[in-house]
């Protein structure tokens, strides 16, 4: 197994984020601990000084590396060592750097020059010397955005060459910016090309997207003042047009996402554009530039303070031909804050990249435990092996819209929203997403209502209910949701950032109902610690389990452990270890204990154990020093949910710790319940499970 790998491209604009963001979220998915590391960084064109890739990798990974320890020299500083003649003491200095990353993480990526300096092939140089002395494999990276076929092949050709004739171990070819029809004939002329020597060559499409700026990165190239829509700087523009001429001629030119660029004291075109952006009749542009020295009109603030949903509106001093001169020199590029960027990066290279082949070629092997990143990043990938339709149904949610946006750029999950059609539509158009052809539906008016408040008539007359009552049950959007389920028009449910547990829940208990050999629906939480994921059950559905029903939730939650990649150690929780202690809460435990050996005799699982025995490998060998699950216990399966529910949020609190769920195992169907204070990335996690959940269902996981 190689501890490095090289990246680098071959000429300017290759598209190094996208590969960069790519390999590393394989990387965290099976490495405890790596490391980010660019020899040399260019910082001419950033304002900041800081290297833009640095930033995004250590910002969105959370790295614990300070900036200054993630490179080696500036592209100034290598050029003076250079220059005068030091080059030996420039590769002593990077390797200096990088061993410091060698011998404290498991795993290193390193990233090369930008190519933004006047000599292509002084910097191609550079990187093959600096690879070589790393002892690292190099992934090439080529771009084919402007350039026929045959100069791409030629070019990644050559770069192979240059690079073994120097000893390097190439793993990989990438050409990035593939215009997509040509995707398959690119890889077919690489290959020929290098008569299949390099194992593993890739093509992925060029997408515009991701090269367009948002006015994020607007703002800051102009030094905007931002005057409204300050939370929808998101946004990502196509185009610019520059409104000088009367609204009749001008309207008619825009398109969507557009950027309109008009002089401050224009109010004619202000407001005729803004009531066009208002019209469902018109295209949704991006966002308004006002320029000129004049101050924003009284009458334009006392406006825009009376109006809600509108594009982000920003002033410049500068006059308009400057100003379009400006934000035409922009480069649309992957900050950590463009989060559908990132999205759409990650999903475009796992669509086109086998990672799990490059992974088997990078690291060599998978790791046997898993730590927070690993779940959380494998989550995603799995989703999207078998892609499953998950319907949310509080489709009015900005959370939920939000989190729909990123998981449908990822291609992890086809998304049902449900709710007021209008109001969502008006909801996405006002805080500026993109959910591509996602369906959404109003349940009252859909072709599904009549047949769905029929069936939920037959399934509970037996309880008192009438058609009408029916009607009006199968109205609501959890009830209506839960039956897309329940009929098979979805594959999982997920609900409760805006509706309680009990809402969420009580439509699955009433029809989709518990599968053959449970006799109750239970819970756990992933909790997410520095080092590790643990499972703790039950903290959110039963109040006072039985024995019997202790020893289910053991059960369900070690096979939930399992689907998740967590090998289940199973400590059953108490006041009390072993034989210490005595009453009825204990004794509980012991019955519960000896029914779960008794259904499932090869799950590894002790009780009654004390919270502090079961992970805590000193106090185990005190307590009990005989047991296989002591010390290292992974489900944890609480008396009671007093006890469950306080414990993981205290420990969630004290530990600065991730809780993921609750999670409902037990249902014939996946449906998942979200706490009412969930943030987007908590929303994004508990879909992309349901979504496995719904897989291990059809037996596809």
Same mark, same amino acid.
């Given at each position: 197994?190689?501890?490095?790998?090289?990246?680098?491209?071959?000429?300017?604009?290759?598209? #190094?984020?996208?590969?960069?963001?790519?390999?590393?979220?394989?990387?965290?998915?099976? #490495? @405890?601990? @790596?490391?980010?590391?660019?020899?040399?960084i260019n910082t001419r064109h950033n304002e900041n000084s800081k290297d833009d890739i640095i930033h995004l990798i250590s910002t969105y990974y959370d790295t614990d590396l300070p900036y200054d320890k993630m490179y080696a020299y500036t592209f100034e500083e290598a050029r003076n060592l250079i220059s005068e003649k030091k080059y030996g003491k420039l590769l002593e200095g990077i390797l200096d750097k990088y061993k410091q990353l060698e011998?404290?993480?498991?795993? @290193?990526?390193?990233?090369?020059?930008?190519?933004?300096?006047?000599?292509?092939?002084?910097?191609?140089? #550079?990187? @093959?010397? /600096?690879?070589n002395n790393l002892g690292s494999p190099v992934l090439l990276v080529a771009n084919a955005h402007n350039d026929s076929i045959e100069t791409v092949v030629e070019s990644c050709r050559?770069?192979?060459?240059?690079?073994?004739?120097?000893?390097?171990?190439? *793993?990989? /070819?990438?050409?990035?910016?593939?215009?997509?029809?040509?995707?398959?004939?690119?890889?077919?002329?690489?290959?020929?090309?290098?008569?299949?020597?390099?194992?593993?060559?890739?093509?992925i499409p060029y997408e515009d997207a991701l090269n367009r700026p948002t006015m994020a990165e607007i703002v800051q190239a102009l030094d905007a003042q931002v005057i409204y829509g300050t939370d929808q700087l998101n946004r990502s523009i196509s185009r610019f047009?520059?409104?000088?001429?009367?609204?009749?001629?001008?309207?008619?030119?825009?398109?969507?996402?557009?950027?309109?660029? =008009?002089?401050?004291?224009?109010?004619?075109?202000?407001?005729?554009?803004?009531?066009?952006?208002?019209?469902?009749?018109?295209?949704?542009? &991006?966002?308004?530039? #006002?320029?000129?020295?004049?101050?924003?009109?009284?009458? *334009?603030?006392?406006?825009?303070? $009376?109006?809600?949903?509108?594009?982000?509106?920003?002033?410049?001093?500068?006059? =308009?031909? =400057?100003?379009?001169?400006?934000?035409?020199?922009?480069?649309?590029?992957?900050?950590?804050?463009?989060? *559908?960027?990132?999205?759409?990066?990650? &999903? /475009?290279?796992?669509?086109?990249?086998?990672?799990?082949?490059?992974?088997?070629?990078?690291? $060599?092997?998978?790791?046997?435990f898993t730590t927070p990143k690993m779940f959380e990043f494998g989550l995603i990938k799995r989703a999207r092996a078998h892609k499953q339709v998950i319907v949310l149904p509080e489709g009015e949610e900005e959370r939920i819209l939000r989190a729909a946006e990123i998981l449908i750029h990822r291609e992890a999950v086809a998304i049902i929203l449900l709710g007021n059609a209008q109001e969502i539509e008006k909801k996405i158009v006002g805080l500026g997403l993109n959910l591509g052809d996602t369906r959404i539906i109003e349940p009252t008016t859909s072709d599904y209502f009549e047949e769905y408040a029929d069936t939920y008539f037959e399934l509970r007359k037996h309880k008192g209910i009438t058609p009408d009552n029916a009607r009006d049950v199968m109205s609501g959007v959890t009830h209506f949701g839960t039956m897309m389920v329940y009929k098979g028009h979805a594959d999982g449910m997920v609900s409760g950032a805006v509706h309680s547990t009990l809402n969420t829940v009580r439509p699955s208990l009433q029809f989709v109902k518990t599968k053959p050999g449970s006799t109750i629906m239970s819970s756990v939480i992933f909790m997410c610690l520095e080092d590790r994921v643990l499972v703790y059950g039950d903290c959110a559905v039963n109040p006072r389990p039985t024995a019997e029903q202790l020893a289910e939730i053991a059960i369900e939650s070690s096979k939930t452990?399992?689907?998740?990649? /967590?090998?289940?150690?199973?400590?059953?929780?108490s006041y009390s270890s072993g034989t210490s202690g005595v009453g009825e809460e204990v004794e509980k435990v012991k019955k519960a204990t000896e029914i779960a050996q008794k259904l499932a005799p090869d799950l590894l699982l002790e009780g009654p154990i004390q919270y502090d025995a079961a992970v805590d490998a000193t106090v185990a060998r005190t307590k009990?020093?005989?047991?296989?699950?002591?010390?290292?216990?992974?489900?944890?399966?609480?008396?009671?949910?007093? =006890? &469950?529910?306080?414990?993981?949020?205290?420990?969630?609190?004290?530990a600065k710790a991730v809780a993921i769920g609750p999670i409902m195992q037990g249902l014939n169907k996946p449906v998942n319940d979200l706490s009412r204070g969930c943030l987007v990335t908590d929303i994004v996690n508990t879909i992309a499970i349901t979504a496995i959940q719904a897989q291990a269902e059809k037996g596809l996981t």
């Open positions: 197994m190689s501890k490095n790998l090289y990246i680098t491209g071959l000429e300017p604009q290759s598209g #190094l984020s996208l590969i960069t963001l790519g390999v590393m979220e394989l990387l965290v998915r099976n #490495l @405890v601990s @790596v490391a980010f590391f660019r020899p040399i011998n404290e993480y498991d795993f @290193v990526l390193c990233l090369g020059t930008d190519f933004a300096s006047d000599s292509s092939a002084f910097e191609f140089e #550079l990187n @093959v010397e /600096i690879a050559f770069a192979t060459e240059s690079f073994k004739d120097k000893g390097s171990n190439i *793993l990989s /070819i990438i050409v990035n910016r593939t215009p997509p029809h040509l995707q398959e004939q690119m890889l077919d002329s690489l290959n020929q090309s290098l008569q299949n020597t390099i194992g593993l060559t890739y093509s047009v520059i409104a000088a001429m009367n609204l009749k001629n001008y309207l008619p030119r825009l398109s969507d996402d557009n950027l309109v660029i =008009t002089p401050v004291d224009r109010l004619d075109i202000i407001l005729g554009t803004l009531a066009a952006y208002r019209s469902s009749n018109m295209p949704n542009i &991006g966002g308004i530039v #006002l320029t000129g020295y004049l101050e924003t009109d009284d009458l *334009l603030r006392n406006l825009l303070l $009376g109006i809600h949903n509108l594009v982000p509106i920003v002033k410049v001093k500068e006059d =308009t031909f =400057t100003t379009a001169t400006k934000i035409q020199k922009i480069h649309g590029t992957i900050t950590p804050e463009s989060q *559908l960027k990132i999205a759409s990066a990650l &999903g /475009i290279f796992e669509s086109n990249v086998d990672t799990t082949e490059l992974r088997k070629k990078i690291v $060599g092997y998978s790791m046997l452990a399992e689907l998740f990649g /967590i090998k289940p150690l199973v400590a059953m929780l009990m020093p005989e047991s296989q699950v002591a010390g290292k216990a992974t489900v944890f399966i609480f008396p009671d949910l007093n =006890t &469950g529910n306080n414990t993981y949020k205290a420990v969630q609190r004290s």
